[in-house]
């Protein structure tokens, strides 16, 4: 069982993702680093965890977009001992489809800045964890949304390399595939209640997945199963259906 290092850093803290990652890691008396484009708007996150389970909080200006890798980690005076990223953007395929720039933001915002980060962060931590949350919408380019999930296959393939890369050395690397979470990212879209997990239950899975040493995982686990039979549909099949 893998031991959590700490203090955690969560880059995109003020997702609901990241905060409920948070309070899983606050709760198990884990010091935090957390990010936000701006931070002034964890305030009140940082303010209920300190509070609540005596921890220590510190709040760090990043955009994955923007933020230089090196320049970032270097500011912070110590080497984290978990990294989580869990930065992204979904985006409006159509849009994607006919607007560039858009296309660059969800690009951009899923795969390379992600990608930079924690290529610094792997560069300075001699053991500890690296998550990364990438998606089940990278397992296979669907029309719905190829964009993000090409963006999201990178960044998986990325985290898969990282991992065989610096095995050997004693870092971990999980990746997480989320499908559909109840969020802000996600509100008014019609969800499945079956596949849709609440954040709290993928910050969990995360923790529990990070101290037993897992490599991939999926949220929830049904996902695993689906996502094996889209992979598995023949190419002259799938590119009919309306996925």
């Given amino acids: 069982m893998n031991e959590i290092k700490h203090p955690v850093l969560i880059i995109a803290a003020g997702s609901d993702i990241g905060a409920a990652l948070a309070q899983g890691y606050a709760s198990r008396g884990c010091e935090l680093i957390l990010t936000a484009r701006d931070p002034a708007t964890l305030a009140t ?52 489809a006919v607007d560039t720039a858009q296309a660059n933001a969800i690009m951009a915002t899923n795969y390379n800045g992600p990608a930079r980060l924690l290529l610094a962060a792997a560069r300075r931590m001699t053991s500890g964890t690296i998550i990364g949350i990438s998606s089940v919408a990278g397992d296979r380019g669907r029309a719905s949304n190829f964009v993000y999930g090409s963006a999201k ?23 997480v595939k989320p499908g559909f979470v109840a969020t802000k990212m996600t509100a008014g879209m019609d969800l499945p209640p079956l596949l849709t997990a609440q954040p709290r239950d993928v910050a969990e899975a995360i923790i529990k997945a990070q101290l037993g040493g897992r490599n991939v995982i999926y949220t929830k686990s049904l996902w695993w199963l689906i996502m094996t039979i889209i992979r598995h549909i023949p190419e002259a099949i799938f590119k009919r259906l309306s996925l």
Avoid: I, Y
């Fill in 45 to 96: 996150l940082s303010s209920d965890l300190e509070l609540r389970h005596r921890v220590g909080v510190k709040l760090v200006a990043c955009d994955v977009v923007t933020t230089d890798p090196d320049a970032f980690f270097d500011s912070l005076g110590v080497v984290p001992g978990t990294v989580v990223m869990v930065a992204g953007l979904l985006g409006d395929q159509a849009q994607a």
């Fill in 153 to 175: 296959a990178g960044f998986s393939a990325f985290l898969s390399g990282l991992r065989n890369a610096h095995f050997k050395a004693g870092l971990h690397v999980l990746t």
